[in-house]
């Protein structure tokens, strides 16, 4: 096949099809003599499978994928995989622990048991203290100071919140955004104003978990490819 060929049965233009080959992302095209390049069923493959990543993984880390079995180094595509699948669990854990928030949505405002500080809640999420500072500023979440030290005091109420906004921003919301949804639930005083958000972002992570499954078969199709 020619550059033009094979970009045309995948809806790419020729430039797409010589910078992935140059990327890593295809195997080397073979060259006639005159120093035309000439692909084969293993560059279709290759380029069907990068195409079926994509979905799943995202740009950058299917091809770091590609990268890695053209270049012989399956142990790190397989690493690569597993990051993305280790991502998906996360996120999944991370509705969850949502939804579980929001069937108490009113605990008691005052430092107690369900306290914790901005270290130890960071640590909890994943994330720098200096994100929580930047949603405070932001008139997401608004600790107490604790009178004696003015350490910030993260209620039960302001974890909820707290949890809320990290699983928004993964929905890939902005924080104006999320500083109204997180006043309309407070106003509302239940989750009706979460439904549909969440129900969207679980489907999105079901999206996802089958895009994972499809890329995987075309990569073990490619594998077995000569």
Do not use: C, K
């Amino acid at each position: 096949m020619r550059p033009i060929d094979l970009a045309r049965g995948h809806g790419l233009s020729t430039q797409a099809v010589r910078n992935y080959e140059e990327a890593g992302i295809l195997p080397p095209a073979e060259r006639s003599p005159h120093g035309y390049r000439a692909y084969g069923p293993r560059h279709a493959a290759a380029l069907r499978t990068f195409l079926a990543l994509i979905p799943g993984h995202g740009h950058a880390a299917a091809s770091a994928i590609m990268r890695s079995v053209n270049a012989g180094a399956l142990a790190v595509a397989l690493r690569l995989i597993d990051e993305s699948h280790g991502q998906l669990a996360e996120d999944r854990h991370t509705l969850d622990e949502v939804e579980r928030a929001l069937r108490d949505l009113v605990p008691p405002r005052e430092p107690g048991p369900g306290a914790t500080f901005i270290g130890p809640l960071a640590r909890r999420l994943g994330l720098r203290p200096a994100t929580l500072r930047t949603w405070q500023r932001a008139g997401l979440v608004v600790p107490r100071r604790d009178p004696r030290t003015g350490y910030r005091v993260y209620t039960a109420a302001d974890v909820r919140d707290v949890l809320l906004a990290h699983q928004l921003r993964r929905g890939g919301h902005g924080l104006a955004q999320i500083a109204r949804v997180l006043e309309r639930v407070r106003a509302a005083g239940g989750p009706e104003p979460l439904e549909a958000t969440l129900s969207e972002w679980r489907e999105r992570l079901t999206a996802r978990g089958r895009a994972l499954l499809a890329g995987a078969s075309a990569l073990h199709t490619y594998l077995g490819t000569p």
